[in-house]
């Protein structure tokens, strides 16, 4: 299941269990009978549209990573970085996949074009960094990408230097 999917339901279920302890809350306290097709239609407008509003503002960066684009992303806010590998392995790429691997999400990687595509774990106020990885050419160079979900928080600012010098250090122990 894509990520903009899972995210859309996590969403939606968080609206649905308080939309359901509103609902209980008022038949209690107040007595009002609700028909169904009441239910329905206030569980539509208040726990389906938000979060399809919220998956749909960062759709294009979410769909991204899961994407098999393997050009570097163009998104507003992002940060670059050339970073040195040095691996250990004769294997660059194998060996940069498992170690990006063992402290991010990957969703996306391609051996061919020595690209990896990984995220870090999105929470309800936080929806993460995305980031791109390419094995340059020459064996001990990667180009690093990383973007925030959202581009105009300085917190978000913040999160992606941490990203960074975190990718430089698991990069180049």
Not at 32 to 57: D, K, N, S
Not at 146 to 154: C, E, F
């Amino acid at each position: 299941m894509k990520f903009t999917t899972k995210l859309f339901l996590s969403w939606m279920s968080i609206f649905l269990i308080f939309y359901l302890t509103v609902i209980a809350i008022i038949s209690l306290f107040w007595g009002i009978r609700i028909q169904f097709w009441q239910w329905l239609l206030v569980f539509f407008i208040a726990g389906v549209l938000p979060p399809a509003f919220l998956t749909w503002l960062f759709y294009s960066r979410l769909d991204y990573m899961e994407s098999e684009k393997s050009d570097p992303p163009t998104f507003s806010g992002q940060k670059k970085a050339t970073l040195t590998f040095k691996a250990k392995s004769n294997n660059h790429y194998a060996e940069m996949l498992q170690k990006i691997d063992r402290n991010f999400i990957v969703s996306y990687s391609d051996k061919e074009a020595c690209i990896v595509k990984f995220r870090t774990d999105s929470r309800i106020m936080s929806w993460g960094v995305g980031g791109y990885l390419r094995l340059m050419d020459d064996d001990n160079k990667v180009e690093a990408i990383v973007y925030p979900m959202t581009a105009d928080s300085k917190r978000e600012e913040k999160i992606l230097l941490q990203t960074l010098r975190l990718l430089k250090s698991v990069l180049n122990p």
